[in-house]
Nanobody
Framework: QVQLVESGGGLVQPGGSLRLSCAISGRFTSISNMGWYRQAPGKERELVAGRTNYADFVKGRFTISRDNAKNTVYLQMNSLKPEDTAVYYC??????????????WGQGTQVTVSS
């Protein structure tokens, strides 16, 4: 059973910073890709950051990084804006066996940017 456990969300003032973490556990062969998505109320889930790409609305403010030894991906969020308020989800494309990858999702962590 594969699990993605996120942490680091919370309430922050505009201009502040947060660091999200997502740790993968369970049985898998290797990680193909990891990324972060978000979903605001009434909106569709959207990509925030992938392995090498960022959504335009976070470029220069957010940074994705990965610790392969810990099977963990991070999202450093700086200069946060009220419009960044959303539930943030991490995703991982994993090899369980063979050559096909399967996408798994974390449970989501709430980020609220408000004064």
């Amino acid at each position: 059973q594969v699990q993605l456990v996120e942490s680091g969300g919370g309430l922050v003032q505009p201009g502040g910073s947060l660091r999200l973490s997502c740790a993968i556990s369970g049985r898998f062969t290797s990680i193909s890709n990891m990324g972060w998505y978000r979903q605001a109320p009434g909106k569709e889930r959207e990509l925030v950051a992938g392995r090498t790409n960022y959504a335009d609305f976070v470029k220069g403010r957010f940074t994705i990084s990965r610790d392969n030894a810990k099977n963990t991906v991070y999202l450093q969020m700086n200069s946060l804006k009220p419009e960044d308020t959303a539930v943030y989800y991490c995703s991982a494309d994993l090899y369980l066996s063979g050559s096909r990858t399967y996408r798994f999702w974390g449970q989501g962590t709430q980020v609220t940017v408000s004064s």
